[in-house]
């Protein structure tokens, strides 16, 4: 979560977990636990934000955080983003993320990996993990080996497998349906898209734009992902960045935060949906698009597919139930477009009154 000074400032302001003026709500998290296996060199922060609706599910993310306080603040944001995920998407699932701090490509074992599956057992079910940055399939596998709540383990082991493609899917369906709202049609054919990140979700986005008739631009740092997506999609542009090119749909599939005041005034698209989690530095930043008549998507919405999908492990949900679920995503985005018009609001506000309205009626039972 390094990629605008802004974002920079919010994680050295708030390095705790109670009265942080960027959760400026009435949902405070539930429990946070900081885990350590010195043998190992684990160290792990798993944020459970509400049990609300039920078990808290979200993934693992592996990544090299600068220091303690922004994986603390990452843990909190992604994990209050899974409680509106699920609630969002209609699913009987709180909200929970872990963060294991190191670099994956040096720092991950499979003992590391074993020792923190340990402590998501001391959490007793109240907390199930799955895959996110930095994790894979084979990974849960590993932690499986320690705990049995996990979900996003390999179809070998009884899992659903990666998650990217329906988390793709959602991205998709929710990007039509901006498109409905903004040009009068779901038809992607001869639509500028920019997609940030060509990691797992950003690839499988572009197969399905180009299959769609869109004109796609794409970025990443990785380079390696970049080279996969120019072996396997020719006809893609490759940028250094997108957010400021002349396109129609800016889709962040990267890491938070690229939507800040400043960068804000580079961006030409007319839409903003995608995969990337916490895209907006801060709040305010939203108010900015919209003085700019840019449609965006809140991403706990449009990226709720693979959500879906790993939940459907635990309900035995056929998979081709778990793809029409993921379809409707673009149902509930054109619900909060509608709300947005009618009632003069942001479309955040619109979608977090869709949450709170269902945790309050299950609170009240």
Known sequence: MTHAAEHHVDIDTYSGVFDRPDFADDSPHEQVVFCQDKATGLKAIIGIHSTTLGPALGGTRFYPYRDEQAALTDALRLSRGMTYKAAAAGLRLGGGKAVLIGDPALDKTPALLEAYGRFVETLDGRYITAGDVGTTSDDMDIIGR??????????????????????????????????????????????RVGVEGTGKVGYNLISLLL?????????????????????????????????????????????????????????????????????????????????????????????????IQVAAEISNTPRSEVEAQVKNIGVTVERILSRQHEQGILAGQAADAIVRERLSTVAAR
């Open 211 to 307: 299959d769609a008739g869109a004109v796609v631009t794409a970025s990443d740092v990785n380079t390696l992902a970049l080279q996969r997506v120019k072996t396997a999609f020719p006809g893609v542009a490759i940028a250094e960045t997108v957010i400021d090119k002349d396109i129609d749909i800016y889709a962040p599939c990267a890491m938070g935060a690229t939507l800040t005041d400043l960068s804000v005034r580079t961006l030409n698209a007319a839409v903003v949906c995608g995969a990337a989690n916490n895209q907006l530095a801060v709040s305010r930043v939203e108010e900015s698009l919209r003085a700019k008549r840019v449609v965006w998507v809140p991403d706990f919405v449009s990226n709720s597919g693979g959500l």
């Open 146 to 191: 320690s705990t049995e709540h996990v979900v996003s383990r390999t179809p070998a082991a009884g899992g659903s497998g990666d998650s990217a493609p329906m988390t793709a899917l959602g991205v998709f369906n929710s990007m039509t349906a901006a498109a409905k709202s903004v040009w009068g049609s779901t038809d992607l054919t001869g639509r």
